[in-house]
């Protein structure tokens, strides 16, 4: 029984110590594990860290390039200086589709390309006048401008007793007595207290749209609306009009703030005032016109299809400065960051000019047509069209907080003071939505509040564009767009 017993605890002894050697052999396997598992994780942290470290880099160097150049703002200086009253159908129109031509050309991209598409030709024809007839004051002159695809009033000019509304139901409940033969005055001013301005600019413009069509269902003869700014200036304001079918066209011209203030004093003072009118627009035969389209081919995907644009089209009361000659070199000025700086995108990355966009978005429509009619893959588009000013967020249409990529992206930007947000699109990119319901939509977020005092009017010079402004939003897009080809849609 002893020997036994002794056995048994020698037995137990050296099973023991065995497992004592197989719980050492299993913890130096559990030890180099976890050693290859530390070395690994490092490497794999060390990876993401240089991999975040040299996109850190990259951004820096496209806002360094960007912020020395003067490619874009000269880009803006020619094309405002020498291409002024842009409109589609213009021989100004045209320049500028060649000098964009000729400067894409010059940057030796992988592809430029002309995409024809027929045209608006609507002519604004002789200055206009307009006055207020005062019985006490005489004759007052005030700064009318007429409505994109408004009929004109004929050579000697239209006179007629003068109504002020403030709103369609107004109008409705003016009915046809009061209204019939006069001409309707919309004057109702973008709301102030709106801090998104496009949103004030939203909430008044169907009197420029739809208060010609809405008057004339109640007899009025013309109809002049409030400029839609928040400034208070001399500078009237255009923007298309439409007409509705079977509703009498009558012309329409929109008035500078100040002279609807000053119109609106009179029509308080004076009970009856007149108001006189003259315009010669026309809308003529449809002319044909082109999108032009610089290209860098994907190194990886080169069929999937990220678009930057904006249109090169602007009011011929102005220069287009802020709409949209900043937003056209700023998309080239991506595609030359690209070049000069080496990146190679993933994706194919595509610069557009739109034409047409202020009168009927024909160009906008054609680029759609085209990428459907030859099956390409539109993954994203992004479009620049909110003034030359300080850059304030990338909006796009999948942004999620809780998306890794995306919080990377936003972390990114900080520096540069950049909020990445939901929203984005616009309104030369969104027939693309039609052939591809799941492309993601951009835009570049610029500080609005002064956006108003320059869109559609004479103020839209080249004088208002900030260089340094100018050089934030072409970096901050090229950045995105890059940062966007190296992690994904996604
Ligand atoms: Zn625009």
Redesign the pocket.
Known sequence: MFVKRKLRMKISHSSSLSADRQASGLFNKIYLQMKKLSILLSVVFYTVTLTAQNEALQIRNIFDHALKSDVAYNQLKWLCENTEGRICGTPEAAAAVEYMRQEILKMKLDTMYLQASMVKNWKRGEPEKAFILSKKMGRIEVAVSALGLSIGTGNDGLSAKIIEVSSFKELELLGKNKIEGKIVFFNTPMDPTLINTFSAYGGAAGFRTGGAAEAAKYGAIGVVVRSLTLASDDHPHTGVMHYQDGIKKIPAVMISTKAADLLSSYIEKEKDIEFYFRTTCQTYADVPSNNIIGEIRGSKYPDKIITIGG?LDAWDIGQGAH??GGGCVQSIEVLRLFSVLGIKPNFTIRAVMFMD??IAQRGGQKYAEIADQNNENHIMAIEL?RGVLVPRAVAFSNYDKDNVNHQKITELFMPYNINIVKGGGGVDIGPLKQYYPNIIFGDLVTDDQRYFDFHHSGNDRFEHVNKRELQLGAATIASFIYLIDKLGVN
Request: proline share 0%.
């Open positions: 249109h709409d949209d966009e202020e069209d």
